[in-house]
């Protein structure tokens, strides 16, 4: 098997998967009514200016 040349320059420098007891560790993630209010609204905005874009582009 032929070695990967980054990881021969970075040699001992990779990171590792092992998780550290000492630290605290995300558990569980809930979703809010007000990231999904957020998350709404600016997929309403994205899409009004995707649309106003392409309706100024049809026009010219």
């Known amino acids: 098997m032929s070695l990967n040349p980054i990881e021969a320059e970075l040699g001992e420098g990779l990171p590792s998967n092992m998780i550290d007891d000492d630290?605290?560790?995300?558990?569980n993630i809930h979703?809010?009514?007000a990231w999904?209010?957020?998350r709404m609204k600016l997929?309403?905005?994205?899409?009004?200016?995707?649309?106003?874009?392409?309706?100024?582009?049809?026009?010219?």
Request: glycine share 0%; proline share 0%; charged share 30%.
């Open 23 to 27: 630290e605290s560790n995300i558990v």
């Open 36 to 38: 999904a209010t957020w």
């Open 43 to 60: 997929d309403n905005q994205m899409f009004d200016e995707c649309l106003a874009s392409r309706m100024s582009w049809k026009k010219c």
């Open 31 to 33: 979703l809010s009514d």
